[in-house]
C-alpha cells in the first residue's frame, strides 16, 4: 500500500524558525488551489487507495474542512491533518472529523507564552492547552503534539515545564524538535546579527535526556529520533517514509516516491496553479545516493538498519560504534541519537 500527503502551502504568519514551503493566505482561493490539487491527483495517482493520507503544511486548518474530505476519502487508515490552536474549536474540530480526519498534529511547540512571542507563534500556552481538550471533547482519540528544544530564552527548567505540562494532556503522540537555525529564516538573522544567542549545548543535552526520561515515564516508545508514541500508536504515515514504502505527495514542494524513483514538485505556487500535473521533476538518484539516503533514514529510527546493506568493513565499524535490536538490525543507541550525524557519517558511501 502507498500513502498520500497533501501540501497545504498557506499560513496566516511565518513562524521565525520555519523554512517549510508556505506563504500568506491572503488574496487566495481555497478553491482553485484544491481543484489543481485533484488535477495532480487525476493525473499521477500511484493507487486506487492509500493506506494513510496526511494533509500537512503550512497549515491544513487554513483550509475549508469541505475541501479536504475528498482527500480523506481515499484511504481506510490514518488520516492526518496538521492544524495550529488559533483554529480549533467546537465547530473547527467536528468539520475536520466529518471530513474524515481521524487524527491530529497540532503544532504547540512550547507551554512558555515568552518563548512562543520569540518564534512568533500567534498562540498562547492557555490556548494550546485549551485547543487540545477541545479536540478530545470532540471526538479525536489520536492527537499528536510538537514541541521544539533549544528555543531562544528557554532553559532546561522551562524544558521541563512544557513537557510535564504537555504530557499531562495525555496525547497518544508527541514530535520533539532539537531547533535548527535554518538560512532564510528570521531566526537565523537574529542569531548572524547577535540579536540572540544559540542554546548552550549543555543545555540542550539535558533537554534530550528529560525529553527522554519523561516519555518513557509516560510510557512512550522512542521510534525515531524526534518521535515518540505509546505503543501501536507511531505515525503510520511517517514510519512508511522511513519504510521506503511508496507514497505519492501533492502540492507544491511535496516529494514522491513510486517504489523505484523520487520525484518532487518545485516549491513555486504559481507554476503549480498553471500546471499542477506536470511540475514534478525526477529526482535522479545515483545508487550511491540511495544507499545513503536509506541508511541515514534507517539510523534514525529505533528499528535501525539491516547488516545486509553493509560491507565487512562498515559492519565492523557498526558492531563498534552502534548498539543491536533484538531482530539483529543495527541501531544508535537513545543517548547518542543527539550525535547521530557524527555517528552515521562513516556509514556514508
Ligand atoms: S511552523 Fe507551521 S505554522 Fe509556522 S510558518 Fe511553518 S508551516 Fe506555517
Not at 135 to 148: C, H, K
Not at 172 to 182: D, I, K, P, T
Not at 321 to 346: K, M, Q, V, Y
Request: net charge negative.
Amino acid at each position: 500500500m502507498a500513502g498520500l500527503y497533501v501540501h497545504i502551502p498557506f499560513c496566516r504568519h511565518k513562524c521565525a524558525y520555519c523554512d517549510f514551503y508556505s506563504g500568506p493566505l491572503r488574496g487566495f482561493a481555497p478553491e482553485a488551489y484544491a481543484e489543481a490539487l485533484r488535477r495532480e491527483l487525476d493525473a499521477r495517482s500511484i493507487a486506487d487507495s492509500y493506506s494513510s493520507v496526511y494533509i500537512g503544511g503550512g497549515t491544513p486548518s487554513t483550509m475549508p474542512s469541505a475541501l479536504l474530505a475528498p482527500f480523506f476519502s481515499l484511504s481506510g487508515g490514518e488520516r492526518t491533518i496538521e492544524v495550529n490552536p488559533e483554529d480549533v474549536s467546537a465547530q473547527t474540530a467536528d468539520q475536520w472529523l466529518r471530513a474524515g480526519a481521524n487524527r491530529v498534529s497540532m503544532g504547540v511547540q512550547s507551554l512558555i507564552d515568552s518563548e512562543l512571542i520569540a518564534v512568533g507563534r500567534h498562540h498562547s500556552a492557555a490556548q494550546a492547552v485549551e485547543a487540545f481538550r477541545t479536540l478530545r471533547r470532540a471526538g479525536f482519540e489520536n492527537i499528536s503534539l510538537d514541541l521544539i528544544y533549544g528555543l531562544p530564552g528557554q532553559t532546561p527548567q522551562t524544558w521541563r515545564q512544557s513537557l510535564e505540562g504537555l504530557l499531562n494532556l495525555a496525547p497518544e503522540h508527541l514530535s520533539a524538535y532539537s531547533l535548527s537555525y535554518e538560512p532564510g529564516t528570521l531566526l537565523h538573522t537574529r542569531l548572524m546579527t547577535g540579536k540572540i544567542q544559540e542554546t548552550d549545548e549543555d543545555d540542550v543535552v539535558e533537554m534530550y535526556e528529560t525529553l527522554c526520561a519523561l516519555t518513557r515515564q509516560a510510557g512512550f516508545e522512542h521510534y525515531e529520533i524526534s518521535n515518540f508514541a505509546l505503543p501501536g500508536l507511531e505515525s503510520k504515515h511517517n514510519s512508511s517514509y522511513w519504510d521506503s514504502t511508496p507514497y505519492l505527495g501533492l502540492g507544491p514542494g511535496a516529494h514522491s516516491f513510486d517504489g523505484n524513483m523520487r520525484s518532487f514538485n518545485p516549491p513555486n505556487l504559481p507554476a503549480y496553479m498553471k500546471n499542477p500535473a506536470e511540475v514534478f521533476q525526477i529526482d535522479s538518484e545515483t545508487e550511491v545516493e540511495r544507499h545513503n539516503d536509506t541508511v541515514m533514514t534507517a539510523l534514525r529510527t529505533a528499528r535501525g538498519l539491516s547488516p545486509a546493506l553493509l560491507t565487512d568493513k562498515e559492519l565492523q565499524y557498526a558492531k563498534k560504534h552502534l548498539t543491536t535490536t533484538p531482530e539483529g538490525n543495527f541501531r544508535i543507541a537513545e543517548p547518542d541519537w543527539l550525535i547521530s550525524d557524527t555517528l552515521i557519517l562513516p556509514l556514508l558511501r
